[in-house]
């Protein structure tokens, strides 16, 4: 019988630096496609909607990788060109740590 040893972990910091070094220019460009909504506040819908409005070949790179997980986690976006910041929370409904 086979055993399976697990050798390494990735924690989602470690996923998250390989999908930016691997994808650069797929969330460049959702990110220009956020910015380019002006300064304010986006909902958790108007950034999923932005992300389904890039062309389907990077939308694909994107989904599969830990980037596409942080969205999905994402609340709001503040966006204040050139920045875009994301309030995550990957655990809806968990107040607090015990």
């Known amino acids: ?3 399976r ?6 924690s989602l910091r470690e996923r998250l ?10 969330i460049l460009a959702l990110h220009s496609r956020i910015e380019g909504k002006g300064k304010g506040i986006l909902q958790h819908h108007q950034i999923i909607q932005e992300f389904e409005a890039i062309r389907k070949e990077n939308r694909k790179k994107l ?3 830990a980037f596409f997980g942080v969205l ?3 609340q ?3 966006v204040l060109p050139p920045w875009v910041a994301l ?12």
């Open 5 to 10: 040893l697990i050798t390494c972990v990735h």
């Open 17 to 26: 630096d390989e999908t930016l070094l691997a994808h650069r220019n797929e």
């Open 72 to 74: 999905k986690a994402s």
């Open 63 to 65: 989904a599969d990788g």
């Open 76 to 78: 709001k976006a503040i």
């Open 87 to 98: 309030a995550v929370r990957p655990r809806p409904g968990v107040l607090g740590v015990d």
């Open 1 to 3: 019988m086979v055993e």
